[in-house]
Structure formats: C-alpha cells, structure tokens
C-alpha cells in the first residue's frame, strides 16, 4: 500500500503529529507538534530509539514495521514514558519510506495539561480542541458546584449548630439537651443527671437591670464549663435553668462533689459595670443507675422534684433524687 507524496508544509498542517521515517528507520522529516514534544532528539534520530513499540511487541526495525503498516500502534516516546501515543504507520512512494502519524488517544486531556499544548498544536479539522472546551467547561461547572455543595453544607451545619444552642450564653438549648439525653439512654451507658436553677436571680434582674441578668448567666455558664468534661453536656433549658448530662458518672458522692464545687463557684460575687452581683445556685441530682429502665422524662421528672428538695432546705445546696425502694426518699442527700 502505497500514498501519494505532499511538500512538507502542508502535511505538517494535515498531520502536525506525523513522522517521516527512510529506509534506515531514521527521522527525515516531522511535524511541527511533533517536532515541539521530540525537541532536539528529533534531528536524524533513529525511530526506534526515540519510541518503543509497545503494542505489536517486538517491532524493533523497518522490515517488521512495514509488515503491520495499517494496524493500530501503541507506542511511548522513551524520554517522555508518562505520554502514550496511539500510530499507524503506512509505506510512502519511493525506496522504503514510511509515514507514521500519530495521535493521543484517550490519554488527550493529560497530553495537553502536561504538555501545554494548544489549538494550534493539532489539525485544523481536529476534534481535540472541541473535546477539551467541554470538557474544561464540564469540570469548571463541577468544581463549582462542589464548591456550592460545601458552602450549602457549611451553612447546614452553622443552621443546625445555632438550632441547638442558647445564643446568649453558648450552651446547648433544651431541644438539644433532650436529643444528648435520649441518645444517652439508647447507648445504655451510665450518666448523672443535675438540674440547677439560681437563686435571687430574679433580684439582680430586678436592681440592676436585664443586661446585669445576662451577665450573669454568661458567668453561670462559664463556670459551668470550667467545671464539668468536654465530653459533658451542658445547657440552658430555660430562663435561669440549666441542666448537665455527665456520662460516665455514676457515683452518687462524685456527683454531689461537682454539684458543690459548682454551688460554691456560683455564689461568689460577680461584678458587672462596678456593680456586685449576688446570687446562689440549688441543684437536683440523679443518676441512670437507679433506674432499671431509664426513661427521659422520668429522669427529668426526678431532678426537679430533688432540685425542689434543694430549694426546701433553704437553697443554695445540692439534694439527689432516690427512687422509692432503695432507702432514701426524695430530696434526700446520699
């Protein structure tokens, strides 16, 4: 099979990625884009020292290279191993000469980034370049929706962060102290219970204002936090009530212990705008233990009937809840 002969400009424009191989398998001629990915190594370069046939293997010279003219080709440049090429290779009219044309393949898109290459660098009736717009306006669009599905995840998350908590003083809400409560249950595993409500509170809002009120309970929950775990829950469930999960704790002297730490805490005067702020904490106490199957709302029911019990004996103090049965009654100190 035989091809008919062009000056080399234009099969350069018709073929930018075509070898003109003579009889010795040495370089007479190329491509401009060819020429543009050998470099140097394309001046009068044996073949088959530039590429290596990698598919029909075995094809080391011209005669076995004339015996598959026509077939598909897989070859790699060998100083450019990462860039595969799909050939053919057909015989030109004279002593031996062959043209061998190549083409990317789908390797495309990695040819063009690696090698920068450009509309220029391919036939004018070439596809490539198309094929690479929309791609390119395929990942630009893709990129940008991943980035809109971050951004929307993100506000999802600081949506569902602010749904639970209590934005004055950054604790959870009751919503999500509940949700910790029942997830708590479902795990079956130990935890105390505490339900604190301040005293004379109502008195600072009262004298010196709901702004010295917020402070206060921007304090309250600070110590809070200083007292308790990481893990601990923490929350303001209503105007000045709080409630704390502490897994894990399931001792009733523990417990009693980090309820006085933080009734002593709480009961230091707390200063806002030159002004003393005074007031007390009672705190009701329970614990899943003492229940065989706890329920929440049991639970709940329990640490305010002991923070009731706290309130009775003259505030200021902790009182832990002990279902009926095992030796103490309600409100009564272990």
Do not use: W
Not at 105 to 133: C, K, N, Q, W
Not at 179 to 204: E, N, T, W, Y
């Amino acid at each position: 099979m035989t091809v008919a002969c062009f000056d080399a400009r234009a099969l350069g424009l018709l073929l930018p990625l075509h070898l003109h191989l003579g009889p010795d398998g040495r370089l007479r001629s190329c491509g401009p884009t060819a020429f543009r990915l050998l470099g140097a190594a394309s001046g009068a370069a044996d073949f088959f020292s530039l590429f290596e046939i990698r598919r029909p293997s075995g094809l080391t010279s011209m005669g076995l290279l004339q015996q598959v003219a026509g077939q598909r080709l897989f070859l790699a440049a060998r100083h450019l191993p990462q860039t595969q090429f799909r050939a053919i290779a057909v015989p030109l009219a004279g002593e031996g000469d062959m043209l061998v044309n190549l083409s990317f393949g789908i390797d495309i898109i990695e040819a063009v980034r690696r090698h920068a290459l450009t509309s220029a660098d391919f036939a004018p009736t070439e596809l490539a370049m198309e094929l690479l717009y929309v791609v390119e306006a395929k990942s630009a669009v893709t990129d940008e929706l991943r980035g809109l599905t971050l951004r929307l995840q993100g506000a999802k998350s600081v949506a569902e962060e602010q749904a639970a908590t209590d934005m004055l003083t950054g604790l959870r809400n009751r919503r999500a102290f509940e949700l910790a409560l029942s997830r708590m249950i479902d795990a079956a595993q130990p935890f105390g219970l505490m339900h604190l409500d301040l005293d004379f509170f109502k008195q600072v809002n009262d004298s010196l204002g709901h702004a010295a009120g917020d402070h206060v309970l921007r304090e309250v929950a600070r110590i809070l936090t200083v007292e308790t775990r990481r893990g601990d829950t923490l929350a303001r469930i209503g105007g000045d009530e709080f409630m704390l999960l502490l897994p894990g704790a399931a001792d009733p002297a523990r417990l009693t212990d980090i309820a006085q730490r933080i009734i002593d805490r709480v009961s230091e005067p707390m200063i806002y705008e030159g002004e003393v702020c005074r007031i007390a904490a009672s705190v009701g106490i329970t614990m899943s233990g003492f229940y065989q199957t706890p329920e929440a709302a049991v639970l709940m029911q329990d640490s305010d009937l002991a923070l009731y019990a706290a309130k009775h004996a003259g505030r200021g103090c902790a009182r832990m809840h002990l279902p009926q049965g095992m030796g103490q009654g309600a409100g009564q100190a272990p």
